[in-house]
């Protein structure tokens, strides 16, 4: 975070009640389903659907695409909005869905850069995994405030001593207890929770059911007894004594720092411990923050409106061929109506139809306020990156592109089609979902993604949203790096490794590589260039 919250002017109360964050989990450790739960709760929904369920009545909500609904997995990063009642208080929940696969990450990443905390799902049985323990580092470098949430603990599940240390051990980070489990697997009946000193029971017999709260006063409330058995009744006194004893209190600026995340017991499945997760993000969780741009931060009080660009999904309506640009507001009031400048062209633009999601449906934004995120609809003026703001040049920064690790040359099924297939893959390269790079010599394009997966979801939808089945063939490189230096030095690289040379479709110059040996060539042949893995989608 960038500033402490004490030396800031107070936020509008509308800004100062949003709460924008994103999920964060392994496959499979339960986030579909937690961002179920939330939406249930929030009312957004009525029923929550199981991710692999029967028939389409309960798909998903916040899956859209056919390869999600088929697999069961969430490929891309989808935005929702809903309302949170918490005693009088009602916030404004924007929570940013990411891919838990891990050949979808740059795409995490990037969702990363539009959000002020992270909620982090761990699996009760397997706790931290590699793909948790990769998405966690993006939050560090963000220095993003994160709370935890141990999913299935209804399911056979480890010692809580044992869960809470690897988390210490593996993202060095301190954790508090919020809540403690009251028994494990089949024994497990709830939790205590240790923020309002409230005992929390499940339903097991009701998946839907919010948990019954029991007030009591600490834990020598006689009424313990008639709701928990005495066996795990000693057991919770002894743990949660070993529990103050050992770990540190929740402290709420060392939380908004990054560096000390409370932890909350459930099982997202049976509705249970979600609420009170949720109170924890209302309570605790960082009201919108200022965001890093050039010449200046941008603070979310400002009366001008300002936003970026942190994601473009193309065909969300396969019908209209439409794309939506997901942007963030750092600042101000937004009006539908609003006339931007797209900071890129110079150009005004009348936002006219904004949208505010609920997964794959949305309704028109007649405001938004700093903190939310809006999708606008367009044919392909926005990219990733983008800014929009009330005429002053801004450019956010932080906005990260990954040299790809996989490259693949692409032919089209149909060689008469090849025109199709470029303006295909143009859309793909825009949207980020992969890296079109067209080679200096020779036809057709490589295509760069990050993980395998990336190719089976790019096939399949050239072949439903365009109706054009590709093949995608092995290339000679193994990886691309993007040329900067001086202009003489770029033109010399460029005319003595032509079959090396490829564009990007920004039009930047890429060095393809075949080996580490071929860098090496180029750092010692050419010492004014500079080959990098990363760039900035600073426009």
């Not at 990260?400 to 859309?427: I, N």
């Not at 000679?476 to 993007?482: D, I, L, V």
Request: hydrophobic letters at 40%; a negative charge; aromatic letters at 8%.
């Amino acid at each position: 975070m960038l500033d402490t919250p004490t030396n800031r002017p107070p936020l509008p109360p509308e800004i100062g009640r949003r709460r924008t964050f994103a999920i964060i989990s392994h496959p499979d450790a339960g986030k579909t389903t937690l961002t179920e739960k939330f939406l249930l709760f929030g009312g957004a929904i009525q029923m929550a659907g199981q991710v692999r369920a029967k028939g389409e009545a309960r798909r998903t909500r916040s899956d859209f695409m056919a390869m999600e609904k088929d697999r069961g997995i969430s490929v891309s990063a989808s935005a929702m909005s809903f309302d949170f009642a918490r005693g009088q208080d009602e916030y404004r929940f924007n929570l940013v869905d990411t891919p838990g696969h891990s050949d979808f990450s740059e795409d995490t990443y990037r969702t990363l850069t539009a959000v002020d905390a992270a909620v982090m799902v761990i699996d009760g049985a397997k706790g931290v995994e590699s793909q948790t323990q990769k998405l966690f580092e993006v939050c560090r470098l963000r220095d993003l405030p994160i709370l935890t949430f141990c999913n299935k603990m209804d399911r056979e599940s480890r010692d809580t001593f044992e869960i809470i240390d690897e988390i210490q051990e593996n993202l060095a980070i301190d954790v508090t207890p919020a809540s403690w489990p009251i028994g494990r697997g089949r024994e497990f009946v709830g939790c205590y929770d240790l923020l309002h000193d409230r005992l929390e029971l499940m339903d097991r017999a009701d998946r839907n059911r919010v948990a019954e709260t029991v007030a009591i006063e600490g834990l020598d409330d006689p009424r313990l007894a008639e709701h928990v058995p005495a066996e795990l009744l000693d057991n919770l006194r002894e743990e949660l004594e070993m529990a103050r004893g050992l770990m540190p209190a929740f402290d709420r600026v060392a939380f908004l720092e990054g560096s000390l995340t409370p932890i909350w017991f459930g099982s997202a499945i049976n509705s249970f411990g979600v609420r009170e997760l949720m109170t924890g993000i209302a309570e605790f969780g960082p009201a919108p923050q200022p965001q890093r741009a050039e010449p200046r931060q941008v603070s979310p009080e400002e009366t001008k409106v300002a936003g970026f660009v942190f994601k473009v999904q193309a065909n969300m309506d396969p019908k209209h061929r439409d794309r939506v640009a997901f942007v963030r507001l750092a600042s101000g009031h937004f009006e539908r109506g609003m006339k931007l400048t797209h900071v890129r062209s110079k150009k005004p633009m009348a936002i006219s139809s904004p949208v505010l999601f609920l997964a794959a449906d949305r309704e028109l934004a007649e405001e938004a306020w700093a903190g939310d995120i809006i999708g606008i609809p367009n044919h392909g003026q926005l990219r990733i990156g983008d800014a929009l703001t009330e005429g002053e040049a801004l450019k956010f920064t932080g906005i990260p592109s990954f040299a790809p690790e996989l490259l693949q040359s692409v032919r089209a099924g149909d060689p008469m089609k090849a025109k199709h297939l470029d303006k295909a893959l143009m859309q793909f390269a825009e949207e980020g979902a992969a890296k079109v790079f067209k080679p200096a010599i020779g036809s057709g394009h490589v295509v760069g993604v990050v993980g395998a997966l990336q190719f089976e979801v790019l096939a399949s939808r050239i072949e439903l949203e365009y109706g054009l089945p590709v093949r995608f063939e092995g290339s000679q490189f193994t990886s691309a790096r993007w040329v900067h230096g001086p202009d003489a030095a770029v033109d010399a690289l460029v005319a003595k490794n032509k079959q090396h040379i490829a564009h990007d479709n920004d039009g930047d110059v890429v060095f393809l590589t075949r080996l580490q040996w071929d860098i090496d060539r180029v750092v010692r042949d050419f010492p004014e260039i500079t080959l990098s893995a990363t760039k900035e989608l600073m426009v």
